[in-house]
């Protein structure tokens, strides 16, 4: 009698590792930028709001608008669909399942207002949960014709029901950096050093999705409900974004080249038209930060902002 075949691993994490990503060529401009902007909230309440103006608009003659720091977590939708995975050999997964848990950014220059740039793309980890496979990819983007490193994104995607592709007693875990190099934030039980308070629009969604993420989960609401929500929800890196601008806001006198990196943890979703409420503590250069959803008193984001240097006043 024949041996009975195990069925097929969904993940080879040989074939995944070594995998090469081909470099991304693309391209952006003033407009990308101020309609990220746009689509993460500024000058939302407030069309004139000295401290975000200059994100969408040529204020005081300044030649450039300025961008943003988390409009570089753009950059990875740059790769392909699924962030890059999607046609990543050795890696079977269903797409639908697929979650994005964290997202780390530095910021090594500020990020200019436009720029012809390139993606540089590699699997930073890849763990085996036993229900599920994290996989990390780190893209590194740089200035084409000058090699000049403009950041590093580092993104950490759940795989559903595509683990246990490993032994059980000892599952397959490899990271190509230190454990310890984004730490787990810990929110103080102590009053926050400021609070923030902002009103997305029931059409935040459809305006974040024009920056480049057309998943239908955030438009089409037949979509929203096979996934079990309501209606179609807000991108997990627009709330990034209104997080981040909370901070630049709150700590920074509205300037982003404050910025070194960001950190951010996707707790639950947001949607469109409710109101985020970011309790921020300041802690030598780190801001931490928790957003909840006034409405439902939840927390759906979670991290922090690492600033080039220490607040004079809050």
């Known amino acids: 009698m024949a041996p009975t075949s195990r069925p097929a691993a969904a993940v080879d994490p040989e074939v995944v590792l070594s995998h090469r990503f081909p470099e991304v060529s693309f391209t952006y401009d003033e407009r990308d930028v101020a309609l990220y902007a746009l689509g993460v909230g500024a000058c939302g309440t407030d069309a004139v709001d ?26 990875p939708n740059k790769n392909s669909n699924g962030l890059g995975i999607v046609n990543v050999p050795g890696l079977n997964f269903d797409a ?8 780390y950014i ?15 793309v590699k699997v930073a980890g890849l763990h085996d949960k036993g229900k599920a496979t994290i996989i990390e990819l780190e893209t590194t983007t740089c200035i084409k014709d000058t090699g000049e490193v403009l ?4 993104s950490t995607i759940y795989l559903r029901g595509a683990g246990g592709f490993s032994d059980s007693p000892r599952p397959y875990s490899y990271a190509s950096y230190p454990a310890n190099q984004v730490s787990r934030v810990l929110i103080p039980n102590s009053a926050p050093s400021a609070v923030y308070e902002d009103q997305t629009q029931q059409s935040q969604a459809l305006l974040y999705r024009l920056s480049g993420d057309y998943n239908p989960l955030h438009s089409d609401p037949m979509v929203a409900q096979v996934a079990g929500f309501t209606r179609p929800i807000l991108h997990g890196l627009c709330s990034l974004g209104f997080a981040t601008r909370a901070v630049i806001k709150s700590f920074c ?46 927390a759906v984001l979670s991290g922090y902002v690492l600033l080039k240097h220490i607040p004079s006043s809050l």
């Open 253 to 298: 006198n509205g300037d982003p080249t404050a910025v070194k990196s960001i950190f951010g943890r996707f707790l639950l979703h947001v949607y469109p038209g409710e109101t985020l409420v970011t309790e921020m503590w300041l802690e030598g250069q780190r801001v931490l930060y928790q957003t909840k959803v006034k409405e439902r008193n939840r």
């Open 106 to 120: 530095e910021i090594y220059k500020p990020i200019p207002s436009c720029a012809n740039a390139v993606n540089k």
């Open 50 to 75: 000295e401290k975000e103006l200059h994100f969408v608009y040529h204020r005081g003659g300044q030649p450039r608008i300025k961008a943003l720091p988390s409009f570089a977590s753009l950059f």
């Open 96 to 103: 639908s399942l697929l979650l994005h848990g964290q997202q």
């Open 151 to 154: 950041c590093m994104n580092r």
